[in-house]
């Protein structure tokens, strides 16, 4: 059975037969996966301005992280942990060493990030059954959130996590909690406060410099450590959280023809990333194996960090 599901804000259609999408305003998903209407305290997702427990400290940290993130900051970062000298481990290690870790920058999720992470590798799963490396990169996407972790420095939440933007040229304006750029460093300086500033049209995501987080530094991980997985699981891994570009249109001025392309594999992995936060728990020694295998496949036992 397939169901069809009406979301026009998408862009995107999954298609029976597992391909890449391209007709607008349709969301396909097979059996086992339903898109709730509302996230685990009961309001709609992503919405950063309804009345909750976590509504403000969900907004300071969007004011504190817009204010902070600058150039110069996410150049001395990028630097700094790309030598991936803080530790060696498996991926399964790194896995399980969030089970304590909390995201303040997330309206709809209040568990341990080892859940949401299962709960988006087996939701993608039951859809896709054969296409085992979104499987793997689901598990992995958030596995950079070890940056707030005391082995890897312990940085600052607004340093590791949220939804992540370019710096070096202007903040576009659907990026959440816009109004608190007017106090970054960045906001006023003509190298870096127009369209295309530091960058130039066409030029690749991949030479635009993405505010620092678990997004970029998960990027640096798999890269660094040679994986097998293709091009669009590490653009996955990179722009999750990039929501002003693959929720809203923002920055496509900045794009090339590969970026392109695995912006339809984004597109699809979002609604899975998203939707999947609930309450429903995943038996982790039952599934265990199949990700073991994958991460066999696709990884070396043991990675730089």
Known sequence: MTILIDQPDFGVE????????????ELVLDDGFVVPVTNSFGHNFRDYD??????????????????????????????????????????WECCELLNDVHDESDPDLDEPQIEHLLQTAEAIRKDYPDEDWVHLTALIHDLGKVLLHPSFGELPQWAVVGDTFPVGCAFDETIVHHKYFEENKDYNNPAYNTKYGAYSEGCGLNNVMMSWGHDDYMYLVAKENKTTLPSAALFIVRY???????????????????????????????????????????????????YLSLIEKYFPAKLRW
């Open 50 to 91: 309804a009345e909750s427990l976590r509504q403000g400290v969900v907004e300071n940290f969007y004011r504190v992280n817009h204010i902070k993130q600058t150039f110069d900051f996410v150049k001395r970062m990028r630097e700094e942990y790309s030598k991936l000298d803080k530790v060696e481990m498996s991926i």
């Open 14 to 25: 999954a298609e029976e037969k597992k391909k890449i999408p391209n007709k607008e305003n």
């Open 240 to 290: 999750h959280s990039f929501y002003a570009l693959h929720r809203s249109g923002g920055y496509k001025h900045l794009m090339n023809e590969e970026d392109i392309e695995n912006l339809k594999w984004l597109q699809v992995f979002n609604k899975y990333d998203l939707y999947s936060k609930s309450k429903v728990r995943i038996d982790v020694e039952k599934v265990k194996p199949y």
